[in-house]
């Protein structure tokens, strides 16, 4: 995989097993690591970052606890060792870390863990110029009161009495309650990577939230929150380096059906649905059936921005073109998001003014045309 990576410009981070955790303390171990599994890749592979284990605070072994940052100095001081300067260590937290958070501005850490393993976490990645790492999932606080308020739709919000904050999403209350547990502990300067989050697109009858929609409306709205650079009501202006679980299904994960179901992608490499990181923006609920090359549809392109995607949509639906099944209960609302119902509305304007491809489809330069139908479902495009 690390070879597959080469040349390619795309940064990788690197994962130390937890169970390597308590040998790797001592240096001959970690330069034996660092020999083994970065210096033949780098830099070729643009290796960033390595992460010392996956939620180990969380795993309840307390010889992965406590040799947790005795690890992470041993692999930084390996890697300096060999030369390399520009690789940070981090290690992924859950948010199980914290004993309190609500409201968001009287976030702690857990008593025994925050002055024992946290703070001097804190310290060293303060020391070493890395991040905190931690994996905010609002999909398991899931309840139907709350919903539109865990999926980034409009609500009433919910208060934060010592700071007067109206928190319109649980994704911000998360993150300012994490900020607010290590201001507590001083480390307020320390920056904060969100190593995971997402929602999965089908689960067990019980897991009712699992659903294409959900996830579609919860990514979607990610992507176009963190890209913003608006920050948290806490932490504002400030643009958080994310990462969404998961690229692909998981067939072979065992738990619940949700487990296996966290992908963007199908194992047989068809999205799931669009979270708007696709070149062409088709996204499906099911897979589009082939169609002619000679048939054409007009797509928003790669990269349009939200502004720009709202104007289109606008300006269509203002030109007697029927928007009615982007509008609620229509055939095409789902997944409600902004690129979705742009790209419908300007696939129906091409194909009712004629389809002159210069003219028709072209949106000041934001669009483009492509052979590919986004049709899914009981949504048909033109």
Known sequence: ILRAFANTNISVTVSVGNGDIPALVQLPAAKNWVAANIVPFYPSTKIIRVVVGNEIMQSANKDWIYNLVPAMKSINNALIEAGIKDIKISTPNTLGFLG???PPSAGKFREGYDKDIIAPMLEFLRETKSAFMINPYPYFNYADSISDYILFKPNKGVYDPNTRITYSNMFDAQMDAVYSAMRALGYSDVPIVVAETGWPSAGDPRESSATV??????????????????????MPNKQFETYIFALFNENKKPGATSERNFGLFKQDFTPVYDAGVMLNGAGAKTQPQPQPTDKKFCVPRPNTNPQSLQGNLDW?????IDCAPIQPGGSCFEPNTLWSHAQYAMNAYYALKGRRDDNDCDFKQTALLTTNNPSYGSCVYA
């Open 213 to 234: 929609d959900n996830a579609a409306s919860f990514n979607w709205n990610l992507i176009q929150k963190v890209n913003s650079g608006k920050g948290t009501p806490l």
């Open 100 to 102: 309190v958070s609500e």
């Open 316 to 320: 269509v639906c203002s030109q007697g």
